[in-house]
Every structure is written in structure tokens, then in C-alpha cells.
């Protein structure tokens, strides 16, 4: 049976959504696939999983059979760009890839990139709301969910900045 979950997290805090899957996964959710803030589960009671999320916008081949050399099972992805990962619960000497702090530096490094262009793209895109006001009601309504959406934007960044720090020490 497929169970749907509804969560949002944000890139910044891909620990909390592994830390999520794998309580799923110790209460006979597992992963089946994830579409947008959307995550479907397979149940099974006599399972359970670890699991892994790694950012990588060009995976290849060699990145996948990594994974699968060191025990973990590719489960999905999320706009090919979020990449998740599982490995049985009990198995013994398994540990996680790319954990080492160099490793998550450059991961946060790679998803700051790709923030920042899609940060920029949204404020050009918006350039038309203030060359064209007129203080109509829609624009108010757009302007404000744009507003709420870079203001996500700044919290993504400051959360980023906040663990490349850590990472740093």
C-alpha cells in the first residue's frame, strides 16, 4: 500500500529530512519516490532503512555505482538535483557518503550556486511589477508573495552561511 506525506524541507537542512525518512522507516515507511514536498512510502512492517540525501546536479554513472559499491540503494530524486539514498538499518559498517566535513562544504557549495542563480532569476523576473505599478490589487498580491519568497530565500542563505561556519572549525 502507498502512504502519501506532505513535508517541506528546506536544502539547507537536509540532515532534518534524512533524520525524517529514516524515523518513517523505523515505523514500516519506506521511500518510494518524492514529487515536489511530496513524499510516497511503501509500507512494510518487517524493514527498515537509513537514509541518505545528496545534492548533485550532474550525477553520473560513477557517482550512482559509488554508492552502490559502498551498500546503498538509489531510491529517487527530486528535480534531478537531490538525489536520496538508503541502506538497511542493520547492517553493521555502513557509513555515510561524502559525511567527512570537506565533503559537506562542497555540497553546501554546490547548492549555494545553484540558489543564488535561481535567487537572481527571481528578482530580474520581477523587474516588470516595479517598471509597470500601478498599485493594482493583484500586483500588491504578487509583490507580497514574491516578498515571502525572497524573505525564504534570505532565511536558506543565512542557514547556509550558519553551517558552512560550522563546517569551517
Known amino acids: 500500500m502507498t502512504v502519501k506525506k506532505f513535508r517541506v524541507f528546506l536544502a539547507s537542512n537536509l540532515e532534518k529530512e534524512e533524520q525524517w525518512l529514516t524515523e518513517m522507516s523505523r515505523k514500516g515507511l519506506h521511500l518510494k519516490k518524492y514529487r515536489f514536498c511530496m513524499y510516497y512510502f511503501d509500507e512494510n512492517l518487517n524493514e527498515s532503512y537509513i537514509y541518505q540525501t545528496d545534492f548533485r546536479p550532474d550525477a553520473e554513472e560513477e557517482y550512482f555505482q559509488l554508492y552502490r559499491d559502498a551498500g546503498w540503494q538509489h531510491v529517487g530524486n527530486a528535480l534531478n538535483l537531490f538525489h536520496y539514498f538508503r541502506t538497511e538499518a542493520d547492517q553493521s559498517g555502513i557509513k555515510k557518503l561524502y559525511s567527512d566535513a570537506e565533503s559537506i562544504k562542497d555540497s553546501y ?3 549555494i550556486s545553484f540558489y543564488i542563480t535561481l535567487f537572481l532569476l ?9 517598471a509597470t505599478w500601478n498599485g493594482y490589487v493583484l500586483q500588491y498580491i504578487s509583490l507580497s508573495i514574491v ?17 558552512m561556519k560550522f563546517y569551517k572549525k
Not at 527571481?122 to 516595479?130: D, E, N, T
Not at 516578498?147 to 543565512?158: D, E, N, P
Open 109 to 111: 557549495k554546490r547548492m
Open 122 to 130: 527571481l528578482l530580474v523576473s520581477q523587474i516588470g511589477i516595479i
Open 147 to 163: 516578498s515571502l519568497v525572497i524573505l525564504l530565500y534570505l532565511y536558506m542563505f543565512w542557514s547556509f552561511r550558519n553551517r
